[in-house]
């Protein structure tokens, strides 16, 4: 686990004929479903010795990683998963209380630290509120009478 809030998986393939086909399970760790993925295999290592192709570390997006996936991995191969926490989940749904105040909750990373901002306006997010907390929190906003407000929320390191 990074600082910044993503896990990092290296896989190792030591098979020299065989591609290896496997069910990747975390537990602890709400990954989201798009991985950076880093490779090096023997293509690679091929193009190092013969000076043909490109002898540089791959780099892709792999946009069904999760707690659950299945990946496959080439013979002689390293590969690194850069996987990024799961967007916070919305636990309570917004309520209306005295005074135009609005509470919601969200459940997130164990040491990541959110930012939730809100605006009237969604297209320049002017002006705006911002409020920041890590892993569980109960966010307020206050709102005139009759005004819309816009959410977003995302990871800050």
Known sequence: LR???????????????????????????QAGSNADVYGFGIPQDEAEHAGVGSPDITQTNFNAAGTNFTFSF????????????????????????????????????????YVVQA???????????TNAFTN?????????????FYRAVWTRN
């Open 3 to 29: 600082t910044n809030g993503t896990l990092s998986l290296l896989v190792i393939n030591k098979s020299s004929l065989h591609t290896a086909s496997v069910n990747i399970a975390i537990s602890g760790y």
């Open 74 to 113: 080439a013979p002689y191969s390293l590969t690194v998963f850069s996987l990024p926490p799961a967007p916070p989940r919305l636990l309570l749904p917004p309520s209306a209380t005295t005074n135009n105040q609005f509470h919601f909750q969200l459940q997130g990373q164990n040491g990541v630290r």
């Open 119 to 129: 605006s009237p306006d969604m297209l320049s997010w002017s002006p705006f509120s």
């Open 136 to 148: 569980n929190g109960l966010v307020d906003f206050h709102a005139t009478n009759q005004t819309r």
